[in-house]
């Protein structure tokens, strides 16, 4: 017996999977080396609406892109099903296990039980809301490989779980938290007629609200974003996360940038890698929430994995991005020209100048660099204002219509 306990807890406490949320080949391209797996939807039945560059006719050509990377795939089909939406459910899965996904990602049984007749491996969605070892159990004797708890459990009501189940756990360690409980929030439908259990959230808690009182008081104290959760970040504590004995860290973010894809997954990489090579320590520590903070965020907080959050982990900020930086749109790439490693941009937002960091975004480029060299009609140039077409170089392939942005600290 004590042989088996120490076997499960050795390769519960075996480094976690780091697992990332993109959306198209870019966001691939960001974090792929440093995640284990990526989890991303199609154009149906997903809790990001928005995110349609990923569709049934090009699901297959995508999972090769992804696991010509080494990495996992991971399929979300995690919306409300309705009776009319069956018929879709057949279509997605089957495409699914084709295209060779590793898993589906789900909480309707529906979805569950057509994946697992399929011969796709499941795991089961924080949406189902799982808080306790009888539930996780529950889905591992159905047939589910994982789960993904509940953002609403203790860093202890984790380990107990972990510690009760032999279903592999996973739980979400950075990203955006919801105000209602696992994501189930009407607030959007009541609101917009917009369900943010089918996708189509449009965040009223992220607005800007006051509170008043019968009597006309007007609670100002608060700050403006009463509802809006802080980010989630537990960079600061890998090591417990791991000794918990968690099998994949999730982060949120299919509809973040391809550059908040590359810091969070590179940080997070590192940090991992540190704790098991003996030397995570204060002052990575201090780099890595530097680098976080860098990129979108609503501020930081640990959520519920040390107890309750109280007003404090709510933004109250001046804007909705407390990022450090600030992306500015500059321009279009206009034409590509390989042989020089050049591209004709023009300037449409902002001018540009020899030193700025730049990211040059597409549906299927991601480039990150500084700005060494620029060129008007031949000529070499310190800078060049809005409104020209200018010469780039660039250190990697870019596409026309791709989308350029200046990174400045705000």
């Not at 970040?233 to 004995?245: D, R």
């Not at 550059?259 to 590192?270: P, Q, T």
């Not at 800078?383 to 660039?394: D, I, P, R, Y």
């Amino acid at each position: 017996m004590k042989v088996v306990v120490f076997f499960i807890f050795m390769c519960k406490n075996s480094k976690p999977e780091l697992v990332l949320g993109i959306r198209n080949l870019a966001g691939l391209k960001a974090c792929s080396l440093y995640a284990d797996a990526v989890y991303f939807s199609i154009d149906k039945l997903n809790l990001r609406a928005r995110a349609k560059e990923i569709t049934l006719e090009n699901l297959g050509n995508f999972v090769c892109e992804v696991k010509a990377r080494g990495l996992k795939a991971y399929l979300a089909v995690n919306s409300t099903v309705n009776e009319d939406s069956l018929e879709d459910v057949s279509e997605i899965v089957t495409t699914a296990a084709r295209a060779e996904v590793d898993a589906i990602i789900a909480w309707d049984m529906a979805v569950i039980l057509k994946a697992l007749d399929t011969g796709i491996k499941v795991h089961v969605s924080t949406q189902a809301n799982i808080m306790n070892h009888k539930t996780a159990e529950f889905y591992r004797t159905l047939g589910a490989e994982r789960v993904i708890l509940s953002r609403e459990l203790s860093i202890e009501e984790i380990t107990k779980i972990i510690q009760k189940t032999e279903v592999d756990v996973e739980t979400f360690v950075h990203g955006a938290m919801c105000m209602a409980i696992s994501g189930w929030c009407h607030l959007s439908a009541y609101a917009l007629g917009k369900s943010g259990n089918c996708g189509e959230c449009t965040q009223p808690c992220r607005w800007k609200w006051e509170l008043h009182g019968e009597n006309g008081f007007v609670a100002k104290s608060l700050g403006k974003y009463l509802l809006s959760a802080k980010d989630l970040c537990m960079i600061e504590y890998v090591p417990e996360l791991i000794k918990a004995g968690i099998n994949s860290f999730k982060v949120e973010g299919r509809l973040r940038d391809p550059g908040y894809l590359e810091v969070v997954s590179r940080c997070y990489r590192e940090a991992i890698e540190a704790f098991k090579e003996g030397n995570y320590d204060l002052e990575k520590i201090e780099v890595w929430k530097l680098e976080l903070a860098s990129v979108y965020n609503r501020g930081f907080s640990t959520g519920f994995y040390f107890g309750y959050p109280g007003s404090d982990k709510f933004y109250s900020g001046k804007d909705m991005n407390a990022s450090r930086k600030k992306r500015l749109a500059v321009g279009v790439v206009v034409n590509y020209y390989p042989k020089q490693m050049a591209a004709a941009v023009k300037l449409l937002e902002e001018g540009i100048q020899i030193g700025d960091e730049i990211i040059i975004e597409g549906s299927t480029t991601y480039l990150k660099q500084h700005v060494k060299s620029l060129k008007k009609q031949g000529k070499d140039l310190t800078m060049a204002e809005k409104g020209v077409e200018v010469s780039l170089a660039v250190e990697g392939i870019v596409r026309r219509n791709d989308r350029i942005f200046i990174i400045k600290l705000k």
